[in-house]
């Protein structure tokens, strides 16, 4: 059974940090690309980043650019997310993707507010 599993959500204040992790299950994690995405309350789902599975390569949303990392460890078939400088805007529920495939996980939120 193909599983993702997020965690590491929580509430952090304005200039605070979170790393998310996303394990995953039941896929070939070592050749599958991941993204992380993020939804908001009355906004639509958005890329955040992603990395691909060849040499690590990483792409970014402009959002976040400079401020969250994005890194895999394939011996664990783990995924994550360091977000650093956090601010008020990037409160939503973060979910991990497979590229190329409809698999999600359930996502994890981040709420960030003094």
């Known amino acids: 059974q193909v599983q993702l599993v997020e965690s590491g959500g929580g509430l952090v204040q304005p200039g605070g940090s979170l790393r998310l992790s996303c394990a995953a299950s039941?896929?070939?994690?070592?050749?599958?690309?991941m993204g992380w995405y993020r939804q908001a309350p009355g906004k639509q789902r958005e890329f955040i980043a992603s990395?691909?599975?060849?040499?690590?390569?990483?792409n970014y949303a402009d959002s976040v650019k400079g401020r969250f990392t994005i890194s895999r460890d394939n011996a664990k078939a783990t995924v994550y997310v360091q977000m650093n400088n956090l601010k008020p805007e990037d409160t939503a529920v973060y979910y991990c993707?497979?590229?190329?495939?409809?698999?999600w996980g359930q996502g994890t939120q981040v709420t960030v507010s003094s």
């Open positions: 993707k497979v590229l190329g495939a409809d698999i």
């Open positions: 039941g896929i070939f994690f070592s050749i599958s690309g």
């Open positions: 990395i691909n599975n060849r040499d690590g390569r990483a």
